[in-house]
């Protein structure tokens, strides 16, 4: 199954996909979603995040240090 989440396509994507979609690690994803940073909802054990959070989800990793203001991705 790897990183595609039955039903969900480009609505909403997974930690994994966010990651290569913005060039940083995944785990810099699961710590901000973990302090409450990222909304995300469980797809079975997978937590998902709606694209159209990227611009948000973009400000708090430039807001915690993850990734600079001009970094636009991988």
């Known amino acids: 199954?790897?990183?595609?989440?039955?039903?969900?396509?480009?609505?909403h994507?997974?930690?994994?996909?966010?990651?290569a979609?913005?060039?940083?690690v995944r785990y810099r994803l699961e710590?901000?979603?973990d302090r409450?940073?990222?909304?995300?909802?469980?797809?079975?054990?997978?937590r998902v995040v709606p694209a159209s959070e990227l611009p948000g989800i973009r400000k708090a990793l430039?807001?915690?240090g993850y990734m600079s203001p001009g970094h636009t991705g991988a």
């Open 1 to 11: 199954m790897g990183d595609q989440v039955a039903g969900a396509a480009e609505t």
């Open 13 to 19: 994507l997974t930690f994994g996909m966010l990651a």
């Open 21 to 24: 979609r913005l060039g940083v």
């Open 31 to 33: 710590a901000l979603a």
């Open 36 to 46: 409450g940073l990222i909304p995300f909802v469980r797809a079975g054990r997978i």
């Open 62 to 64: 430039v807001e915690a």
